[in-house]
């Protein structure tokens, strides 16, 4: 196991998902902050559209980077688990805020745009509508504190950053 893991959100670093931002209706609290979620009264959400048009995700410049990092960090870990070296790399995870309802959908979609799989896929529960910063702190608190130490976090979300 690494003692180091970089994490990635999904939504707005590797996959486009402005084309199914039409089927709900946020509203922003502040001109300069990111949107609110747990505020927004949601007069018009069609969430089940919204998740329909999911596989149409485009791939977005940040999966590049993605990819590059977890075969770098596979290859690494299998050098290291045959003794011929002794750096250790991070390994890559995806900390998103789809609910977990979506994970077969998400797979699929990594495999059909050459995504490689991440060691994990941490997403929130169905039921789940807490802001993002909230519910990714606790990922991070249950899976990561104490354990391996987050040396890269790339996610397109301010307050998850700031929380961070």
Same mark, same amino acid.
């Given at each position: ?5 970089? &994490?990635?959100? @999904?939504? #707005? $670093?590797?996959?486009?998902?402005? +084309? ?5 209706? &946020? ?24 998740? =329909? ?5 485009? $791939? @977005? ?14 290859? &690494? +870990?299998?050098?290291?688990? &045959? #003794? ?11 900390? *998103? ?16 745009? #050459?995504?490689?799989?991440?060691? =994990?896929? +941490? ?26 130490? $987050? ?6 979300? =301010?307050? *998850?950053?700031? =929380?961070?």
């Amino acid at each position: 196991m690494s003692s180091y893991a970089i &994490l990635f959100d @999904l939504d #707005g $670093v590797l996959a486009d998902w402005s +084309h199914r931002l039409h089927h709900i209706r &946020l509203t922003k609290i502040d001109g300069d902050k990111p949107y609110d979620w747990s505020l927004d009264p949601k007069p018009y959400a069609d969430w089940d559209a919204f998740y =329909a048009a999911m596989p149409d995700d485009p $791939v @977005l410049p940040g999966a590049l980077i993605y990819n590059m990092l977890v075969n770098q960090s596979r290859y &690494l +870990h299998r050098q290291v688990s &045959l #003794g011929k070296v002794s750096a250790d790399w991070p390994a890559v995870d995806i900390v *998103t805020c789809r609910p977990e309802k979506m994970r077969a959908v998400t797979v699929e979609w990594f495999i059909r745009n #050459g995504l490689l799989q991440p060691r =994990a896929m +941490h997403m929130r529960a169905d039921d789940d509508d807490r802001p993002h910063a909230e519910i990714k702190l606790e990922i991070y608190k249950e899976f990561y504190l104490g354990r391996e130490e $987050v040396v890269a976090l790339f996610d397109d979300n =301010a307050e *998850t950053i700031a =929380a961070f």
